[in-house]
């Protein structure tokens, strides 16, 4: 059984037990979080979609760890000039255990 979720402006293929890395949550390490703007559902042959979100799905995790992403390294450059900018930027996540599909 898997689902697609929508959360932060991405989709997401999910499953019971999976671990992934979303957009920041406001949330502690250990609450429970729902996400309601279920996609789709599918369990072996019974598929179900939403137009554009299922009615009455939900699928319940709960968040594992806050944290920040990578260094992405940012530079600006113009030859001749004497113009060299840099700047570095780390996106924040939020590292969430699915533990039930339901709808």
């Known amino acids: 059984m898997y689902a697609v979720i929508e ?3 991405k989709q997401y293929r999910v499953q019971e037990g999976a671990v992934l890395r979303v957009e920041k949550l406001v949330a502690e390490a250990g609450a429970p979080v ?3 703007r279920v996609l789709l559902i599918a369990d072996g ?3 179900r979609c939403g137009r554009p979100y299922l009615e009455g ?3 319940t995790a709960t ?3 806050q944290g920040k992403g990578r260094t992405v390294e940012i530079v600006k450059f113009r030859r001749r ?3 060299r900018k840099q700047a570095g930027h780390r996106q924040p996540y939020t590292e969430v255990r699915i533990t ?3 709808g």
């Open 7 to 9: 959360t932060g402006g």
């Open 34 to 36: 729902e996400f309601d």
């Open 45 to 47: 042959e019974n598929v």
């Open 57 to 59: 799905g939900k699928v």
């Open 63 to 65: 968040v594992s760890a």
């Open 81 to 83: 000039k004497h113009h």
């Open 100 to 102: 039930g599909i339901s």
